[in-house]
């Protein structure tokens, strides 16, 4: 049976790191917490220090309410929930027909995702206002901030001037005064100030550079055979001449490791032909087990995708097992 190893060390090592920008930390446990197990996750992060986690839904929201002091559900779609509980506000519309008192208002600064647009602010104060909600925070996201580009800097402009009209308001109409974040990830070391906290999710998991790798995947042997002048696995896409030996593992593209046709590299060893739906053939005599990856960062390499598109796929159904 395979297993996930969650890096409790490294784990903390990035949250440690990611304090020393902001010790404000609004962690994002979205989708299982990019696929290491939002449980496991969430109990670590407790022990860590933090208060504010961010979650795609309602159903994420209520298996780990327990836990945190407040968590903002990203995109809810029911009404009325827990005090520790809020919802961003994506729309106009939303907000309209929203019955859940605890919100962030999230404005569109430039990705043209989600978000009110900056000519509806005024309207969605208004609106908040009558309506008695408690405007918890104010939110935007960013398009671009992996890369060095101006984009960034325009969003965080364009923010930062609504943060001090939105302050001005709420003084003026005696309401309590949100709390701003801005900061994904990659933009964590880019921008001038910070605000009140920071949003990261993939550099908690060390799916970025300056980060240390929180997953490590490993699989168990489950037979060993050696060939010659033959090939292995559905269409034999691999074939050896010489004698080679092969040690099948017990994760397979069911598992949520992308497909392949042409073997891809393991921590150890290589996987080689396709991949089957429960295992994979490598390179090799392995007892026991073999690692597939400890690092995201590096195994990513052998796919056209992103470190985050890998870990949110490995499977719910693999056991997480806190290691030091
Ligand atoms: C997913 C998400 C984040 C975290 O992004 P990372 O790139 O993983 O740091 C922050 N804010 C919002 C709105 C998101 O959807």
Do not use: W
Not at 23 to 46: E, F, R
Not at 133 to 149: A, I, Q
Not at 264 to 293: H, N, P, R, W
């Amino acid at each position: 049976m395979a297993t996930v190893y969650i890096n409790k060390t490294n784990l903390f090592k990035n949250l440690s790191k990611i304090s020393s920008i902001n010790p404000n930390i609004l962690a994002v446990i979205k989708d299982n917490a990019y696929g290491h197990g939002i449980i496991t996750i969430s109990k670590l992060l407790k022990e860590f220090g933090i208060k504010r986690v961010c979650v795609r839904n309602n159903n994420e929201a209520e298996i780990i309410k327990g836990f945190f002091e407040e968590i903002l559900v990203f995109n809810p779609k029911t009404n009325r929930n827990a005090v520790n509980i809020s919802y961003a506000i994506n729309s106009l519309s939303q907000l309209k027909k929203n019955r859940h008192p605890y919100i962030h208002l999230k404005i569109n600064t430039g990705m043209n995702r989600n978000g009110i647009e900056i000519e509806e602010v005024e309207e969605a104060l208004n609106l908040i206002l009558e309506k008695n909600f408690e405007l918890r925070g104010v939110f935007s996201h960013f398009c671009c901030s992996e890369e060095e580009n101006t984009d960034t800097f325009i969003q965080y402009q364009k923010f930062k001037e609504l943060r001090e009209k939105i302050i001005k308001f709420c003084q003026k109409h005696s309401l309590k005064t949100p709390y701003f974040h801005l900061a994904n990830s990659t933009a964590l070391s880019k921008l001038p100030d910070t605000f009140d906290y920071v949003r990261p999710g993939i550099a908690i998991y060390g799916g970025i550079e300056e980060y240390e790798p929180v997953m490590s995947l490993v699989a168990d042997a489950v037979s060993i055979r050696e060939i010659e002048n033959d090939g292995v696995g559905y269409n034999k896409t691999f074939f050896s001449k010489e004698k080679v030996k092969l040690t099948t593992i017990d994760i397979g593209y069911a598992d949520g490791i992308p497909y392949f046709r042409h073997g891809c590299k393991l921590k150890d060893t290589q996987a080689v032909g396709k991949i089957s739906m429960d295992y994979m053939s490598v390179l090799g005599k392995f007892k026991k087990e073999v690692v597939v990856f400890d690092d995201i960062k590096e195994f990513v390499k052998n796919f056209d995708t992103i470190t985050y598109d890998i870990l949110v796929k490995i499977s719910p159904r693999i056991k997480r097992v806190v290691i030091e």
